[in-house]
């Protein structure tokens, strides 16, 4: 009789690194997407946890782990012994734990399959975004217990070098009698940097003999930077000098197109806060579209005209319920308003033939449309997909040149839900420090639903149709890009906040104190 053989399941010692998602290593993400359980530190930031889960598979089990190490180290043998992948997932790397040094020695005493996966340590990875260098002869350690350090090696590493410290926020007044009795001189200088690598990561610099009273406040686990390279911060300090950085903005869009805005808004420094105000449907009735989509298979249009990525989205998803592909699109040249919108329709695999080289809005597609030639068209018909409420000013403008336009609704944009209060508080108060536009209906929804924005909040919008709308709503536009493009719109905000940031810097010391300048890092003017 053959004997089937239980599956035997792996164990993994993950190192998350020390916070920021977009240093977990692709190992570390692979292990973390075929895992059944995760095991995780409670010094592992939440930030990365949802990040985390947001890749893993649906029916993952995530727990914080509990207990002393051989008590961590049961769980993840009994889950591999049952056929699971279990991963223990740990801030910086796996072996700067001694915890988790005893966890892996125990899983080693057993049959079971391991790995280690390597992860920046939490003291090297938070100096280095705190711009901080770590030259010469240096020491980098992520700390459990400080009754353990060897003070006097440190000292000379600090003679030497440089030192970095991943310490608890309580335990500095022990670094700062321990550094001190070892000899190091009370003036060198030194670094707090709290919530390292995270979207609120902040750096006080003093000296040895002060850095306790100057890290007042700073709670949870902190990095420590002592040595003469901490007076390169000036020069080197990149995370916390992002243009955005500390910025709370509101993005008002679908919850489907947000998340492109918010990760390039994180990328300059900003804390992306999104709050879907319209919702994209499909068209009441489908007739039109039905017919539309009829006529492109038959050769109906001359051209398609999208204006949107939700356009693009409703075609395709109706060639979709028909079985159709690109190669029906055969023999129909395809124009598009703007970059996003060309780029959406690349991505099912055809190159439009125009978009407007200049202003990307319908007067700029116009502008570059050409009139209808009965000779050189021998088809006359255009084909407009739009939204339910989009203006007649494109429409209008092809009718003029000659052209007959099918004027589609292809999907419905509908008001959402308002909401939570707190944001919407946040909003009329001034809570936050930038709010960006992409649509005249982003405009009319948000303060539909939650108000008018404050009149501190810095207003950015992407094209002119979308500031007339906010100019209407009594809203100041302070920022508008060339280009009417999501890339575009958060580059102009965060140029916006490098001209603030000039300005401030450029006034007189009694002046600046006395300014009226609001936001996160004092460089508005009004």
């Known amino acids: 009789m053959t004997r089937t053989r239980k599956p035997v399941g792996q164990i993994a010692f993950v190192g ?23 095991v995780y530190d409670r010094g592992v930031p939440e930030s990365l946890l949802a990040h985390v889960r947001a890749q893993a598979r649906p029916d993952a089990e995530f727990s914080p782990a509990e207990g002393v190490p051989g008590d961590v180290a049961k769980v993840l043998i009994s889950a591999a012994r049952s056929g699971q992948n279990a991963v223990h997932l740990v801030a910086g790397d796996p072996f700067g734990h001694d915890s988790v040094v005893k966890e892996v020695r125990a899983v080693a005493r057993t049959a079971a399959h391991f790995e280690v996966v390597p992860g920046v340590g939490q003291a090297e ?4 975004y705190a711009g901080v260098p770590l030259p010469g002869v240096r020491t980098a350690a992520d700390v459990e217990d400080v009754t353990a350090l060897d003070f006097e090696a440190l000292a000379t590493a600090v003679a030497r070098g440089s030192l970095a410290l991943a310490v608890d926020a309580g335990d500095l007044a022990a670094v700062r009698d321990g550094l001190l009795a070892a000899g190091v001189d009370g003036t060198t200088p030194v670094g707090v940097t709290g919530d390292g690598t995270g979207e609120t990561q902040y750096t006080t610099t003093s000296s040895v003999d002060s850095f306790v009273a100057a890290a007042l406040g700073f709670t949870g686990r902190v990095v420590l930077t002592v040595g003469a390279a901490v007076t390169d911060r000036d020069k080197l300090s990149w995370w916390e000098n992002r243009p955005l950085y500390g910025w709370k903005v509101l993005v008002p869009r679908t919850k489907e197109q947000a998340g492109v805005m918010s990760a390039r808004l994180r990328a300059y420094g900003a804390i992306p806060c999104e709050v879907p105000t319209i919702a994209v449907e499909p068209p009441r009735t489908p ?8 006529g492109l298979v038959d050769g109906r249009y001359a051209w398609v005209i999208f204006t949107s990525v939700n356009a693009v989205r409703a075609v395709w998803e109706k060639f979709a319920e028909h079985g159709l592909d690109a190669r029906h699109f055969g023999g129909v040249k395809i124009a598009c ?3 996003a919108t060309a780029e959406a329709v690349r991505a099912f695999g055809i190159q439009p033939e125009l978009i407007p080289s ?9 502008a570059e449309f050409s009139p209808h030639d009965e000779i050189l068209d021998p088809v006359g018909r255009v084909l407009l ?3 339910d409420i989009a203006t007649e000013t494109l429409a209008a403008g092809l009718t003029e040149r000659g052209w007959e336009v099918d004027d589609v609704t292809a999907y419905r944009t509908v008001r959402a839900a308002p909401p939570p209060a707190e944001i919407r508080d946040a909003i009329k108060s001034g809570g936050f420090d930038a709010v960006l536009f992409t649509s005249s209906s982003t405009v009319r929804n948000l303060v539909g639903i939650a108000g008018k924005p404050h009149a501190r909040t810095v207003v950015a919008v992407i094209g002119p149709k979308t500031a007339e709308t906010a100019t209407e709503f009594g809203l100041r536009v302070d920022v508008q890009p060339p280009h009417a493009s999501v890339p575009d719109l958060v580059e102009a905000l965060a140029a916006y906040a490098v001209e603030l940031r000039e300005k401030l810097a450029a006034m007189p010391a009694k002046q600046r104190r006395g300014s009226k300048v609001q936001g996160p890092t004092a460089l508005r003017f009004r």
Request: glycine content about 14%; hydrophobic content about 40%.
């Open 16 to 38: 998350a690194g020390p916070g920021d998602p977009g240093l977990l290593t692709r190992r570390a993400l692979d292990a973390l997407v075929e895992a059944d359980q995760v």
């Open 125 to 128: 990875g938070v100096a280095t």
């Open 287 to 294: 007739a039109q579209m039905e017919r539309a989509v009829k």
């Open 337 to 339: 308003i703007g970059d």
């Open 358 to 366: 200049g202003e990307q809005s319908s007067e700029g597609l116009l």
């Open 385 to 387: 997909p739009r939204a």
